[in-house]
């Protein structure tokens, strides 16, 4: 059984694949936070600004098995205009690899998908995954020390601890490397942040 907040087409709108037609399923559920505001001071990662909880969303649902949901993921598809280039899929979430795997994956490489996934890293990832993206919360333990591409939030934490971060996952193996500045009423001062530790 997946649950599933939604499926939806989009443009990518971050990374090394910006730009690039999709449709992101967002599952439900996270380990490093329940998703209740009333969690959210406890939670590792406190800054999330995504709507994990519940199978609500448009297109949502419980997904008895693997090809229902690769159904439901190619009828998102095939309401884009994306013209001939290759179906993509990003998982996301919460965090994704508490659901996906390999009957999933399996199901939508049968469709023609290009399967990727956007994580927090701390869970291993199943063989069979096309683009990894890893984007570690601080205060969680990263395992995923290898991927397509790194995501790093900032800030996180104390702006002090931030170029010592920067420095060690630039040690690991991660072929594309994306500082982002956090959204929301501090943006400006994100940016600022982000590009002074480029």
């Known amino acids: 059984m997946y649950t599933v907040k939604e499926p939806f087409p989009i443009l990518q709108g971050e990374g090394a694949h910006a730009g690039r037609a999709a449709v992101f399923c967002r599952f439900a559920g996270c380990n490093l936070w329940s998703g209740r505001e009333e969690d959210r001071g406890a939670a590792?990662?406190?800054?999330?600004?995504t709507d994990f909880v519940g199978s609500d969303g448009l297109g949502g649902g419980k997904f008895e098995t693997a090809n229902a949901l690769a159904d439901a993921i190619e009828s998102s598809w095939r309401s884009t205009s994306a013209g001939p280039q290759q179906r993509y899929v990003v998982f996301t979430g919460g965090e994704p690899l508490l659901q996906l795997d390999d009957e999933l994956i399996a199901a939508l490489h049968q469709?023609?998908?290009a399967v990727a996934i956007e994580t927090n890293g701390t869970i291993k990832i199943p063989k069979g995954i096309?683009?990894?993206?890893?984007?570690?919360?601080?205060?969680?333990?990263?395992?995923?020390?290898?991927?397509?591409?790194?995501?790093?939030?900032?800030?996180?934490?104390?702006?002090?601890?931030?170029?010592?971060i920067v420095a060690r996952f630039e040690k690991m193996d991660?072929?594309?490397?994306?500082?982002?500045?956090?959204?929301?009423?501090?943006?400006?001062?994100?940016t600022e942040l982000a590009v002074s530790l480029c």
């Open 111 to 113: 469709k023609g998908f």
């Open 44 to 49: 590792i990662c406190q800054f999330c600004d």
């Open 130 to 164: 096309d683009w990894v993206c890893v984007s570690p919360k601080a205060g969680s333990e990263l395992i995923v020390l290898q991927a397509d591409e790194l995501k790093l939030v900032v800030p996180q934490q104390d702006h002090s601890e931030l170029e010592k």
């Open 174 to 190: 991660y072929r594309n490397r994306f500082l982002q500045p956090m959204d929301g009423p501090g943006l400006k001062s994100n």
